[in-house]
Nanobody
Framework: VQLQASGGGLVQPGGSLRLSCAAS????????TGWHRQAPGKQRELVAAITSNGGTNYADSVKGRFTISRDNAKNTFLQMNSLKPEDTAVYSC??????????WGQGTQVTVSS
């Protein structure tokens, strides 16, 4: 499975962005997908995850502002609203595969600044 993330950019505080993660390859092996982020000088953290049956999980810092969704096994989205400067980071998507392997896509930069 290969993952391609897109949708990052520069946005003002209070603005919105929608990130996309497109999967290719043996997508039927995907059991869950997730978004992580890493800000400069900080550890990577889980932002949101969604399972193949639609169950979701969010970091406390983004609850009520971010929404993870998927339209099929191929595409996963992260709708980010009410963005704050502290949301600035490189966002990466990953997938948990059958058998327990994890694959990562490349990151996309999100910058929240006025």
């Amino acid at each position: 499975v290969q993952l391609q993330a897109s949708g990052g950019g520069l946005v003002q505080p209070g603005g919105s962005l929608r990130l996309s993660c497109a999967a290719s390859g043996t997508i039927d092996s995907i059991r869950a997908t997730g978004w992580h982020r890493q800000a400069p000088g900080k550890q990577r953290e889980l932002v949101a995850a969604i399972t193949s049956n639609g169950g979701t999980n969010y970091a406390d810092s983004v609850k009520g502002r971010f929404t993870i969704s998927r339209d099929n096994a191929k595409n996963t989205f992260l709708q980010m609203n009410s963005l704050k400067p502290e949301d600035t980071a490189v966002y990466s998507c990953n997938a948990l595969l059958m058998g327990g392997a994890i694959t990562w896509g490349q990151g996309t930069q999100v910058t929240v600044s006025s």
